[in-house]
């Protein structure tokens, strides 16, 4: 699945503010609530103090009951958040203002209470007595050999904190706190894609251009994976092009050379045997420059055409026309030749065809350029056939040889620009014939296919 790289960003950056979010809620619960722990703990970190002096519970160290029931009694009247403990020297629980069977622990340690009555900075938790795990705020102060420990919100208070937690304040500063997250978001998204945007452009624009050049695109990975598979893809196919144009030069080099040295060779046997040779002789040699001058002339043609083809500067003349008429015309250009060579020109299709779209000039070069090279390579008492059938909502043309075939090696190369195979060598041609008629059809939406076996014949094929 292709993911561009504006959204592995904004995938990114999701994944960041969700963290963010989920780090701020907790460290906003976290530091309001040591926050009120602290201004809790500071605001009463005399209650001890002040209830020991007020309500003085042990004399000379024996426990007044009576008087402690009393203080208990009022204290939760007042405020019934707050559990009074009173502990002996060594942290033992003596009693307490808490219902029987809520007190789990019997000692409370003792390190918090000697860190609060030392000054400290607050808040400092001490052991809850109502669990065996949970450290709460509290106040204390020396009772003779013990200590008053008071524990500044109990069970109540716990419930409270988590109303308060809940509370529309809290809420409040959450859904500004997750508001200015989403905005941060929403603008680091917009300055994402407008950063991104000549990325995504560039990589549409490098695809395309590989898509007209028929290069493979890869359709996995952001735009700078594309990016650089497409570079990749161009930078090889432009190796390719530099080594088609050597072998181009190479090769029209060689068929230029043949007929300009054998046409100047005969000029010069002219010049230099001036008045020597017999008008039959003279004739002779002027023919046989002649046809190297066709032959050198054609080739030129041809290049030139397939030049434009390349360069899709032909313009194309579309227009309804009858194939079967076409072909008609065509095979009888071509019956003399075939006559000629010893090789039988026909055609087989059903009249009643519908009309096909085109430019019929351009048409008429493919069917001659294939009915040609199926005469040159099929030996005398072959035949070549030119068929025409309907085939899925278009029409089929197939031009068939009994000739000597091609290797299945060679079919991959056949449509290449001046490929020649062994066979081929000593029947002429420039081997632009099929290179052009290709370039035609993919002109007008067509693929030419070829089938072939060794010395059983050869199918050119296509659907118009």
Known sequence: MRKSLYAKLALALLGIFLVAAVMNVALTIHTSRLYDEEATQKLNRGLAATIARERPVIHHGTIDWKVLDNVFDALMAVNPSIEIYLLDANGRIMAFSAPPGK??????????????????????????PRDLERRKIFSVARVDDGYLYVILGGEQHESAMSHIRASWILQQSMILAVAALLFALVAGLVLF??????LRNLARAVESNAEVMKLPVNGSGDEVDRLAHAFERQVQMLKEVDLHRRELI?????????????????IETLLLKEGQLSADEQRRFLEIANKHSERLGKLIDELFELAKLDAKVTPLHVEAFSMAELVQDVVQKFQLRGEQAGVKVGAKFDPALPLVMGDIALMERVLENLIENAIRYTPAGGNVTVSLMPQDGKLAVRVSDTGVGIAEESLPFI???????????????????????KRILELHGAVLVAQSQKNAGTTFSFAV
Request: hydrophobic share 40%; aromatic share 6%; glycine share 12%.
């Open 415 to 437: 449509f290449d620009r001046f490929w020649r195979g062994e066979e081929s060598t000593p029947r002429g041609g420039a081997g632009l014939g099929l290179a052009i008629a």
């Open 250 to 266: 190479a090769n029209v080099s060689h068929d230029l050379r043949t007929p300009l040295a054998s046409l100047q060779g005969y």
């Open 193 to 198: 894609g407008a950063m991104t945007r000549r």
């Open 103 to 128: 007190v789990k622990r019997k000692t409370v340690s003792l390190a918090p209470v000697q860190a609060f009555l030392a000054g400290q900075r607050l808040p400092i938790r001490g052991d809850d």
